[in-house]
Structures are given as structure tokens and as C-alpha cells.
């Protein structure tokens, strides 16, 4: 039941909004100085734990107005050189049984935006066009990206946690990997389901090689982080 929740959570990562970013073990250190795009804010503004609840059985699609997917990424040789935007959803469903959750979810990849250029202000233009290019999305040959949900399995206490692990196909330019992350999901007293994470991805796997130390030499201060963190905070509102 509250497993299928997840399903919600893993539309966002389909987004593939990721650009640049450090490893996974640097994501409290970016969370502190990206500012706008401070996951700890979103998770602590919207409800407390006594009014939220364990999602109940039913189908549900993804509220596109105000569901919300942002990335962010680094120079990590640069300090503060964190560059960070977003990224939406075409569409997105989900059903829930007593006992699985499936569901799955289009990222319309044109939609990618650039919201800061950490170094260089007021080139957010020409770095959203560089990533829609083909060293990086190619976004006129893969328009969408595609999050199917292939497992969500609830953490110890979820009933009142509301933490659950989601695996899932994330496919990007044609490729397919296995992604999985920990979520918070539950459904709210309006009855919309609503999902809560911050992931880390590597952007090599999916071929986007582009400026990576792991592939070129002499990169100096230029190479760019293999690692992009994306951070949701996700709306489903009943059928």
C-alpha cells in the first residue's frame, strides 16, 4: 500500500534533469550552499508527520503544475561553482494495490532550464542550449526520457516514517540503467499522494561523457563532475 507511493517519486528521476554534480556522499555540502534549490526547505514546509498518512489503494496521476524537479551540478576543482535548474514532466501515472506499485513516467527533455549560472550571471541562455546540444541531452533526437518503477520496498517503521527505497528503468538517448533511491512519500489530508528525495546520478552511464575526468585527460579546472544531483517534491491527485 504505502510501498506503491514510490511510484510517484521515481517520475521525477526519470526527468534526467541532471547536469553536473558532485559524489554522493557531497550531497549535504551542495544542499548548503545551492541556496534556492535547498531540498531540506521543501521537505519541512508543506506537512507535519500527523497529517500525513499511508496512501491508499488507486490510480493517481501526476499534478504537472505543481510538481517540481530541480538539478544541480559542479566544477569540483572550482570552489562554489555550482550551476543548478529544472526540469518537467509530461505526464506521469500510478496505481496502487494493497501490495505493489507500478507506474510510469515521460520527461519531456526540452523543458530543461537553467536557473543559475553560479560563475558566470546572466548565461543561463547559452548553457541551457549547450546542454539541450549534442555532446549533452541531443534533445532534438531524444525529445523525452522514461521512468518505469520495477520495485518500491518500505523502510523499517514506514507506516510512521513514510520512507521507502524505489527502483526503477530510467531510460535517457536510448540507454536504460537501473537507478534506486530512498524516498519520503505519503498521502496528504487532501488526498494527493506527495514524494519528498534528493538522489545523485552518474551522467557517464547514459553515455553523457562530455568534460568528464573519467574519459578525458587535461581537463584542468574545466572537468565536470560525473555525479548531478536531482531533488523532487512531487504531486498525485486521485482519478
Excluded: C
Amino acid at each position: 500500500m504505502k510501498i506503491i507511493i514510490t511510484v510517484l517519486m521515481v517520475a521525477a528521476l526519470a526527468v534526467g534533469g541532471w547536469f553536473y554534480f558532485n559524489k554522493a556522499d557531497d550531497t549535504d555540502d551542495l544542499l548548503t550552499t545551492i541556496g534556492d534549490t535547498n531540498i531540506n526547505e521543501v521537505n519541512t514546509q508543506e506537512t507535519t508527520n500527523d497529517a500525513r498518512q499511508v496512501v491508499t489503494p488507486g490510480s493517481y496521476s501526476v499534478d504537472i503544475s505543481t510538481s517540481e524537479v530541480r538539478w544541480a551540478g559542479k566544477k569540483p576543482l572550482i570552489d562554489g561553482y555550482i550551476n543548478s535548474g529544472t526540469i518537467g514532466l509530461t505526464e506521469g501515472t500510478i496505481t496502487v494495490s494493497d501490495d505493489v506499485a507500478t507506474g510510469s513516467f515521460t520527461i519531456d527533455m526540452n523543458t530543461l532550464a537553467v536557473g543559475s549560472t553560479a560563475k558566470k550571471p546572466g548565461k543561463e541562455s547559452l548553457l541551457e542550449g549547450h546542454l539541450k546540444g549534442t555532446g549533452w541531452f541531443n534533445v532534438a533526437e531524444f525529445p523525452t526520457a522514461l521512468f518505469v518503477i520495477t520495485k518500491v520496498t518500505p523502510r523499517a517503521d514506514s507506516d510512521v516514517t513514510f520512507e521507502y527505497d524505489v527502483t526503477g528503468d530510467l531510460t535517457m538517448k536510448d540507454v536504460t540503467n537501473e537507478i534506486s533511491f530512498p524516498a519520503t512519500i505519503y498521502e496528504s489530508v487532501d488526498g494527493n499522494i506527495n514524494v519528498e528525495a534528493v538522489t545523485v546520478l552518474d551522467r557517464t552511464k547514459w553515455g553523457i561523457t562530455s568534460m568528464s575526468g573519467s574519459f578525458f585527460d587535461d581537463l584542468a579546472d574545466n572537468v565536470i563532475d560525473d555525479n548531478v544531483q536531482l531533488s523532487f517534491s512531487l504531486k498525485a491527485e486521485k482519478d
